[in-house]
């Protein structure tokens, strides 16, 4: 059985009859939806998901900033005058 990773769930149907009414009940929280009692997909609000892509932005900013930091004694020294 999968675990539901939501504190709001609704069927397929109540999604159809009237998402905007499920979005507003959830408060900003993710909504996961049912089929046969079984999670199918998360719903959540556009800012919540703006915000989850600028964390994986941000990780994989971190994780190039990682790698070159592995490459720091092949780099380059640089005067930023004589650009």
Excluded: F
């Excluded at 539901?4 to 996961?32: D, H, M």
Aim: hydrophobic share 40%; aromatic share 4%.
């Amino acid at each position: 059985m999968r675990h539901v990773l939501a504190g709001c769930s609704a069927s397929i149907s109540e999604l159809k009859k009237n998402p905007t009414a499920l979005l507003a009940v959830s408060e900003g929280s993710p909504i996961a939806i049912l089929n046969h009692n079984k999670p199918t997909a998360y719903l959540i609000p556009a800012e919540t998901y703006e915000w989850l892509m600028d964390i994986v932005d941000d990780y994989e900013l971190s994780m190039l900033v990682d790698q070159r930091m592995k490459d720091k004694d092949s780099a380059i020294q640089v005067n930023l005058d004589d650009l």
